[in-house]
């Protein structure tokens, strides 16, 4: 089971941040965060990864907890293109390594 | 080249063919992996392979039979398929199992009859 939850769906304005929360209260202390997002059709895209420290980089900003429970995606300035499913994964450890496991994701429409 | 190819877009089979699926990187990534997407849902692992060797398989049944031929070619081999595996398969790969980020195909749509 995925170990995230997330809104189902979200509105923003063209040119406004898009504040996309994520809740991952049972997260263990070396599993990171990562942010995917799909659009209609398409292959799901990387955003953005963090351990406990904020990260930012050319698409986004990713805010996390101090406790680690919950994070947020920020898209500084949304436009009609970031309209996408946007996916919170923990990746969850297993003997070998990682796996990836989607949970339900937050449909961000971004309005003209 | 940061692409991973996948082969063919769509696909249209009955329940009685033999058909597979093609994925290909060339970004000297040593992990791969297979999901399937049913409509409006978020993707589903069904395995992974690191170094050419099979490290997950996510009880998928045994009418999708995965292959790592080398380390830039996947395949997802199909038979006796239903009608619900009707979904669109996804290939990723990552530079090792144990971290960084996934690279996605855009997807084979299959349709079984």
């Known amino acids: 089971d995925a170990k995230t939850t997330q809104p189902p769906s979200m509105d923003c304005a063209e040119g406004r941040a898009a504040n996309l929360p994520c809740n991952h209260s049972?997260?263990?202390?070396?599993?990171?965060v990562y942010w995917y997002r799909q659009i209609h059709s398409q292959g799901p895209q990387y955003i953005i990864h963090?351990?406990?420290n904020n990260e930012t980089n050319e698409m986004a900003s990713l805010i996390i907890t101090e406790d680690r429970k919950s994070s947020t995606l920020i898209l500084p300035h949304a436009t009609l293109r970031d309209t996408a499913v946007y996916y919170c994964?923990?990746?969850?450890?297993?003997?070998?390594?990682?796996?990836?496991?989607f949970g339900a994701g937050t449909r961000l429409f971004v309005k003209a | 080249d940061t692409e991973v190819t996948q082969t063919p877009k769509h696909l249209v089979m009955g329940m009685t063919n033999k058909k597979s699926l093609k994925c290909e990187q060339h970004?000297?990534?040593?992990?791969m992996y297979w999901y399937k997407q049913k409509a409006k849902k978020p993707p589903e692992l069904m395995f992974v392979?690191?170094?050419?060797?099979?490290?997950i398989n996510e009880s998928v049944p045994s009418r999708f039979s995965p292959e790592c031929p080398n380390s830039s070619l996947l395949n997802l081999h199909l038979h006796a398929l239903q009608p619900e595996d009707s979904a669109l398969y996804l290939c990723?790969?990552?530079?090792?199992?144990?971290?960084?980020?996934?690279?996605f195909g855009p997807g084979t749509r299959l349709t079984v009859l």
């Open positions: 990723a790969s990552s530079r090792l199992l144990q971290g960084n980020e996934q690279f």
């Open positions: 049972t997260i263990s202390g070396n599993e990171y």
């Open positions: 963090g351990l406990k």
């Open positions: 994964i923990v990746r969850m450890m297993f003997t070998g390594g990682f796996k990836t496991i």
């Open positions: 970004m000297g990534h040593r992990a």
């Open positions: 392979y690191s170094y050419e060797k099979l490290s």
